[in-house]
């Protein structure tokens, strides 16, 4: 029995790899998808297929054929607008301006290892975890940092490397969409949601912010640190046994210049964050809202989260910089924020295409039309509620496991999902939730995820023989149940009625 699971699971993931493989890269994907809706909404079009307009009474839409006199006008004199106009690219290239700064300088480091450190033994497993799902404020970094200290820490205290290892990496990685921060990935695919509500309702889109989830993702940090530190230590540690190998670790603590750096930054940003306050809190200040019951919700604040994120990781980063000698001068910085935007090429070329495919998806209404013959198939089939949006997490976990990127995939899904969902009388801010409640649950059992080979490098130093299905195998308890009570987490969010986020419901009620 034990051979025949094994050899299916094996079997499934070598599947999974190969398909992921020969799928084109993401630019070339969304290049493809771009001439696709062009000849669909030619094809379409001429059956002269049309549906009521959802926000607008008394009218109705059809698609607009996009290899018509006018729709080659449209696609060629638009098509650096559309590059321009793609909200997700100055968004994302100003968060990491900040954040990239902080990395460079090393406070992002120190600060993960400061904190992972100074947990109590008793208490290291929930602090390592902990501090994973915290990492996302940085980006990538704790996919570098993390695993291989986690790693390293077990060691030194006498227990299992890999379970360390396995930690850590289901925090960074499982755990993405969780923080009690706002991040780029907040900014990222708050921009993509709000583009994709406008096709369907302009008015509420204007309205909405990135910080659309900032409520359910503060309180998933609990849960996702609980279950976290429950399945390495009763399901994943107990699996890999007692380590036999040769490596007995040492942990190196944090110099007295690093020490003092941190220091330093904390009060930098302390007193960052009472000038930004100041900027909103004090009555007549020019961050805030002019309307007496709501006015942070509905202020120029909220619509300016991007460069405050920025100014707020920028300013300690900065002074960690300067303190630790990282930074001497203005070209230090210079060089920093320039290797930051250097990481950022693949991105800004992906935006390229991604921003045409969604531009053309939106002029030819297909988004519309599709919403709504959606709606009406989901309802005929009576799925809606609490069943629709459990499926729409397993579609998003399952084309996870193929496609890495969650802004390569909630690009394509968005434009389709979010005017289905509000047709059915379901926010956008909910679709987004629930698609990252499935993003980030399989992303530590993809072997197709950016960081994966990496995490098999590190782990091999523990065990020479590691590789893909062991690594899959470790980390599946992880995917299953951070996938199992983060939905059933959301499930009661929606059963309660809570806002995701400041200004942001559950439930879509039109105009």
């Known amino acids: 029995m034990h051979t025949k699971r094994t050899g299916f699971f094996q079997k499934f993931l070598n599947m999974i790899e190969k398909t992921g493989n020969r799928l084109p890269h993401p630019v070339t994907l969304f290049a493809i998808l771009a001439l696709v809706v062009i000849v669909l909404s030619a094809v379409v079009s001429s059956f002269g297929i049309s549906v009521p307009h959802p926000g607008k009474e008394g009218e109705s839409i059809e698609v607009t054929n996009l290899l018509s006199v006018e729709g080659i006008h449209y696609i060629i004199t638009n098509m650096t607008a559309n590059f321009i106009g793609f909200a997700p690219l100055g968004v994302v290239l100003i968060t990491m301006l900040g954040i990239g700064l902080a990395e460079g300088s090393g406070l992002i480091s120190a600060l993960l290892r400061g904190f992972v450190m100074s947990v109590p033994k008793r208490l290291i497993t929930l602090g390592l975890v902990f501090a994973g799902v915290m990492s996302s404020v940085a980006s990538d970094a704790g996919y570098v940092v993390l695993p291989p200290l986690g790693a390293v820490i077990f060691a030194a205290l006498g227990r299992h490397p890999l379970a360390g290892l396995a930690a850590a990496f289901a925090g960074v990685s499982g755990g993405f969409s969780a923080n009690l921060l706002l991040s780029g990935t907040d900014a990222l695919l708050g921009e993509l949601t709000i583009m994709s509500a406008a096709i369907f309702d302009p008015t509420y889109a204007d309205g909405m912010n990135i910080a659309m989830n900032y409520y359910f993702i503060a309180f998933s940090v609990v849960v996702l640190t609980v279950v976290g530190a429950w399945v390495t230590e009763k399901i994943v540690e107990p699996r890999l046994g007692e380590y036999n190998g040769e490596f007995r670790e040492k942990v190196e603590k944090?110099?007295?210049?690093?020490?003092?750096?941190?220091?330093?930054?904390?009060?930098?940003?302390?007193?960052?964050?009472?000038?930004?306050?100041?900027?909103?809190?004090?009555?007549?200040?020019?961050?805030?809202?002019?309307?007496?019951?709501?006015?942070?919700?509905?202020?120029?604040?909220?619509?300016?989260?991007?460069?405050?994120?920025?100014?707020?990781?920028?300013?300690?980063?900065?002074?960690?910089?300067?303190?630790?000698?990282?930074?001497?001068?203005?070209?230090?910085?210079?060089?920093m924020l320039s290797a930051t935007m250097a990481a950022m090429g693949t991105f800004i070329v992906l935006s390229f295409t991604a921003s045409q495919f969604v531009a053309f998806f939106s002029e030819s209404n297909m988004g519309l039309v599709l919403g709504v013959y959606g709606a009406k198939f989901l309802e005929s089939i009576n799925l809606t509620g609490i069943p629709l949006i459990l499926l729409f997490i397993v579609i998003a976990a399952f084309i996870n496991l193929f496609i890495g990127s969650a802004s390569a995939k909630w690009a394509m899904m968005a434009p389709v999902f979010v005017p289905i969902m509000m047709e059915l009388g379901y926010s956008p801010e909910l679709t987004q939730m629930a698609y990252r409640v499935a993003d980030s649950s399989t992303n530590i059992i993809s072997p197709l995820m950016t960081y994966f080979?990496?995490?098999?490098?590190?782990?091999?130093?523990?065990?020479?023989?590691?590789?893909?299905?062991?690594?899959?195998?470790?980390?599946?308890?992880?995917?299953?149940?951070?996938?199992?009570?983060?939905?059933?987490?959301?499930?009661?969010?929606?059963?309660?009625?809570?806002?995701?986020?400041?200004g942001s419901p559950i439930h879509y009620n039109g105009n």
């Open 453 to 502: 080979a990496i995490i098999i490098a590190f782990a091999q130093k523990y065990d020479k023989k590691m590789g893909i299905g062991t690594l899959v195998s470790v980390m599946f308890p992880y995917s299953m149940f951070f996938l199992l009570f983060w939905s059933l987490t959301l499930i009661v969010w929606m059963l309660f009625g809570f806002d995701l986020g400041p």
């Open 254 to 335: 944090l110099s007295a210049i690093e020490k003092k750096g941190l220091l330093w930054a904390g009060l930098s940003l302390l007193i960052a964050g009472i000038l930004v306050s100041l900027l909103v809190l004090l009555p007549g200040a020019p961050l805030r809202g002019d309307e007496a019951d709501m006015p942070i919700i509905k202020s120029p604040f909220m619509k300016s989260l991007v460069p405050i994120i920025a100014f707020l990781f920028f300013v300690p980063g900065l002074v960690y910089g300067k303190v630790t000698k990282e930074i001497r001068n203005d070209k230090d910085v210079a060089k």
